[in-house]
C-alpha cells in the first residue's frame, strides 16, 4: 500500500514538473467567415477544420496540458502548412474549388479531421448531414455551363497549335521536372487505360498506360506494377457545347507516374511528374512538389498508388477470330 | 480435441491472410471491358483513342479508337475524310461517380459500341453492337451517326 502511494506522489510531481516544459503558444487570431460560403457550410468548417488549417485555433483545457500540448501544436502547425483557410479570400474561385474538393475527399476517407483529434475532440467529427452539405455546396459551385466564344476560341487555338506543330515535327527540348524527371513524349500512341469526367475543376481525362502496364493488366500482375510500367493522365478542358454534350476542349496538362521500386523507393516506388500548357511547363518549385502527388493518392496505398481502375484489355478476341 | 483447436486455428490464420490479401487485390474493371462472348470483329479498347466524349444527359462517356491508319488520319487532318482501311469504333458506357473521388465519374459499363469502316469504295459502312453480350443490330438511318463519329476532332496533345 505504501509503496503504491510513494509511486503515485512521484507520478503525480513528474506530471506538475512537467508542466513547465511547454511548447510556443499557438497564436490564436480569429477569421471570420469564408466569403462566398453560406454560413452552414463556414460553421462546419470552423468546428472541424479551423482549429489546424487556419489563423483561429481554440484549444481546449486538455490540449494545452503537457504532453498533449507537443502533439497538438505539432498538428495545428503542420496542418497550417498544409492548408490554411486564412487566406480564402485571395483565392481565385478556380482555386477555391480545388480545395474544397480536396478537403471534401479527405473526409470521405477518413484521414480528416485527424482521427486522434476527433477521437478526444468528439464535435468536430462530421455528420452525415454536414458532410452532404458540403456535397451539395461543391456541386452548386461546379455546374456545366455551355462553353462561351472565348473558351470555344481558347480550345480552336490550342488544337490547331498542337496539329501545326505535330504536321512540322517541332521537337523542342523540354525541361525537366524539378525532381530530375525526364519527359516522356510518345505517350499519346500508348494504350487508354480509363477515362474520367473530372466535373468538380471542369476537366476530362485520359489515363494512358505504356506496354508493360498494358502486359501487367494482361497477366492481372497489376498490385503492385511492375517496375517500368508508366501512366500518362492527360487533362483536357471540357467544351460544352449547345446540345449539352461535352467534348476535348484546350490541352491543360499531362502527369507521369513511372514505376520503378528501387530508384524511386523514397517517393513510394513512383517517379512522379507533370507538364502544363501547350508549352509544356514543369510543374513544380523543387523536387517537394511529388509531396503533393503523393498525399492525394495515399488513399489508395493498397492500390499501389493508382486510383484508375483499368480497363482489362485482353486480346482474347483477336485471338479467337 | 487436439485435432479440431488446430483446424480451428489453422481456419483462423487462412481467414486473417487471406483478408490481408484481399487488401491488395488485383482490380479490374470487367464490367467496362469487352468480353470474349462480344461479338465484334477485334477489341476496340485495344486500338488507339482518338479523344473523348460526355453526353451528361444520358449519364454516358464515349472514347473514340482508331486503327493505325485512321489514327494517323486524325493526328494530320481534321477534315473527317478518313482514308481507305480506316477503322473508328466509338464506345459509349453508362457513367458512374468515382467513389475514390467525390467530383468525378468514370465508366460503370459498356452500352453500345459503333463502328465505322471506310471500304475500298471510299463508303462508311456502319454498324451497330448494343445488348449483353455485344451484338451486332440492324439500323435503319444512321447517316447522323456516320457524321457524329467521323466529324470528331482529335484530342491533341504538345
Known amino acids: ?321 | 480435441m487436439k485435432n479440431k483447436l488446430f483446424y480451428i486455428g489453422l481456419s483462423f490464420l487462412i481467414f486473417v491472410t487471406s483478408s490481408c490479401l484481399s487488401d491488395h487485390k488485383i482490380r479490374l474493371n470487367d464490367e467496362v471491358s469487352v468480353q470474349a462472348s462480344d461479338d465484334l470483329p477485334e477489341n476496340p479498347l485495344l486500338l488507339h483513342p482518338i479523344t473523348s466524349s460526355i453526353q451528361p444527359k444520358d449519364s454516358a462517356m464515349s472514347t473514340l479508337y482508331a486503327n493505325d491508319v485512321a489514327f494517323d488520319y486524325a493526328s494530320e487532318h481534321s477534315d473527317a475524310h478518313y482514308p481507305i482501311g480506316s477503322e473508328l469504333y466509338e464506345v459509349t458506357w453508362k457513367q458512374q461517380p468515382d467513389e475514390q473521388w467525390f467530383g468525378a465519374n468514370i465508366p460503370k459499363k459498356i452500352l453500345q459500341v459503333e463502328r465505322v469502316s471506310i471500304g475500298s469504295d471510299n463508303a462508311s459502312v456502319y454498324t451497330l453492337y448494343s445488348g449483353r453480350p455485344l451484338k451486332s443490330v440492324n439500323t435503319d438511318n444512321h447517316s447522323d451517326r456516320i457524321v457524329h463519329i467521323v466529324s470528331q476532332r482529335m484530342a491533341m496533345v504538345p
Request: hydrophobic content about 40%; aromatic content about 10%; some cysteine.
Open chain 1, 1 to 321: 500500500m505504501k509503496k503504491w502511494s510513494v509511486i503515485l506522489v512521484v507520478l503525480v510531481t513528474i506530471f506538475g514538473i512537467a508542466q513547465l516544459i511547454r511548447p510556443k503558444e499557438i497564436s490564436n487570431r480569429p477569421l471570420s467567415d469564408l466569403k462566398n460560403v453560406p454560413k452552414d457550410v463556414n460553421d462546419v468548417l470552423r468546428s472541424s477544420c479551423f482549429d489546424c488549417h487556419s489563423s483561429e485555433t481554440n484549444l481546449k483545457w486538455f490540449d494545452r496540458i503537457t504532453p498533449a500540448n507537443f502533439l497538438v501544436n505539432g498538428h495545428v502547425l503542420a496542418g497550417r502548412k498544409a492548408l490554411d483557410f486564412s487566406g480564402w479570400d485571395t483565392l481565385t474561385t478556380s482555386q477555391q474549388n480545388n480545395i474544397l474538393s480536396y478537403a471534401l475527399n479527405k473526409i470521405l476517407e477518413g484521414e480528416m479531421p485527424l482521427p486522434s483529434y476527433s477521437f478526444i475532440h468528439r464535435d468536430s467529427k462530421l455528420s452525415p448531414k454536414d458532410i452532404n452539405l458540403l456535397k451539395q455546396f461543391l456541386l452548386s459551385r461546379t455546374p456545366r455551363k455551355v462553353s462561351d466564344t472565348a473558351q470555344l476560341q481558347q480550345s480552336n487555338i490550342s488544337f490547331e497549335q498542337l496539329q501545326q506543330n505535330k504536321a512540322k515535327h517541332i521537337g523542342k527540348q523540354v525541361v525537366f521536372a524539378p525532381n530530375g524527371i525526364a519527359y516522356i513524349s510518345d505517350y499519346r500512341n500508348w494504350h487508354a487505360i480509363s477515362s474520367s469526367d473530372r466535373f468538380d475543376n471542369g476537366t476530362m481525362r485520359i489515363i494512358f498506360a505504356n506496354d508493360i502496364a498494358v502486359k501487367a493488366i494482361q497477366n492481372k500482375q497489376t498490385n503492385p506494377w511492375p517496375d517500368d510500367a508508366v501512366f500518362a493522365k492527360t487533362a483536357w478542358k471540357q467544351q460544352v457545347n449547345a446540345d449539352g454534350s461535352v467534348t476535348t476542349g484546350a490541352f491543360v496538362q499531362v502527369e507521369f507516374m513511372i514505376k520503378d521500386s528501387h530508384k524511386y523507393a523514397k517517393t513510394k516506388g513512383w517517379g512522379w511528374a507533370r507538364w502544363r500548357g501547350n508549352d509544356l511547363q514543369p510543374y513544380g518549385k523543387d523536387a517537394l512538389f511529388t509531396a503533393e502527388c503523393i498525399s492525394c493518392h495515399q488513399p489508395v496505398e493498397n492500390n499501389d498508388f493508382v486510383f484508375t481502375q483499368p480497363l482489362n484489355l485482353h486480346s482474347l478476341i483477336a485471338q479467337s477470330k
